[in-house]
Structure formats: C-alpha cells, structure tokens
C-alpha cells in the first residue's frame, strides 16, 4: 500500500508565490499525496486551482489552509504521524529515504520564506536533495519518487472526468462526461 502523505507548505506569500505553491499542490498531488496543508497567507487561488484539478482528474486529494503550521505539525506527531523536513542542511536523502517507515501518515514539510529553527527539530528527518540551494517543486517530486516508489499511476487517481491517453505525437484526451475523445 502507497504511504498516506501530507505535504506542508510554509509560508507562503500570497503575491509572490502563488504560482510556485499552486505548482507544489499539484506535484504533491501527481506524485501520490493524499493532503496539502498551506501555510502562511491563505489563499482561496491555490485551493481553488487544486480543487478543479482534482475534480477534472480524479483521485482523493484535499487541501485546506492552517494559519498555526507548528501547532499543526506538533498535534500530526501526537497523533503518531511522522515528520519529513525537506531541507539542504539535512541528512542526504539517497540513504535516508529508505529507511523512512511507511506504515503510517507522514507529513512532508518544504519551506518557502525563512524556516522557523524548530522545524529542524520537530522533523524526525531533516533530508536533503543535495547540498545545493534549488526549488521546493524539484525538491518534493524527488523525494516523493523516493518515497512513493515512482510516479503515481492512473489507478490512484479514480473518478477521473478527464482522463489522458499517452501518445508519441498528439494530445489525447478521453472526456467521461461527453463520453469522447478528442485530439
Ligand atoms: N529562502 C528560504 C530560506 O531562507 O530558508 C529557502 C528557500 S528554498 C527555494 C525553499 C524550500 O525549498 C526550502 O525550504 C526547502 O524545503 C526546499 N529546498 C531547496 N533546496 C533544497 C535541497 N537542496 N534539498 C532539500 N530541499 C530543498
């Protein structure tokens, strides 16, 4: 069974990273997570875009803003869940990530302002995608291709209205509700 994953993502600023957020949510989404909790300014733009996506393609995927993100991460560690901090400064993720348990939720936490300090020791895992400073997106599908075993597939994605079909040279695209396809 795929891990039940919650991506967490901190401050964000609603001017400045609304596409880069919007951009995380889907990645989190494509690659197999269950939940994304943003953090820092709500913005109803980056839930609405999720939502719709979700609702086109498919899967059980939801979103929702938490004003407070420490509280929200210290009350997932009450419950049991475990703590991924995506960070440069960390442990490096090809011989961490295999060691994660994944028999229960894990939140996954990237950053976007300055991270608070705690974060590094509230995560049971503070891993690194390199050394190197890059962007939260490649650093999440890296790590979730880890973790997840690969790209999730179509079958976690059920209820799809829109559903795509792979070509060498086009674009396919099977619609449910209109039962057609178009190119
Ligand atoms: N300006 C922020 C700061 O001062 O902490 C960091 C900005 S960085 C573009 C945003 C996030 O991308 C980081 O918080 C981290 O989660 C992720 N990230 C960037 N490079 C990474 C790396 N080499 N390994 C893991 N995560 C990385």
Known sequence: MRPDVTVVRLGHR??????????LGLTARAMGA???????????GVL?????????????????HHAKPMGFLRHFTKQGGRIVHLTMYG??????????????PIAVVVGGAKV???????ADYNIAIGHQPHSEV?????FMSELMGGVAGPEQFPGARLEIQSHPSGKVVIDRDEDSESS
């Open 116 to 122: 608070p300090g705690e974060i590094y020791k509230l």
């Open 91 to 104: 442990e490096p993720h090809d011989t961490v990530t295999s060691t994660i348990p994944t028999d229960g």
């Open 34 to 44: 269950n939940n994304f909790v943003l953090c820092g300014d709500e913005d109803q």
């Open 48 to 64: 609405d875009t999720l939502s719709d996506v979700t609702d086109n393609f498919g899967g059980d995927f939801s979103s929702e």
């Open 138 to 142: 490649a650093a999440l599908a890296l």
């Open 14 to 23: 609603q001017q400045r990273d609304k596409r880069i957020t919007s951009h």
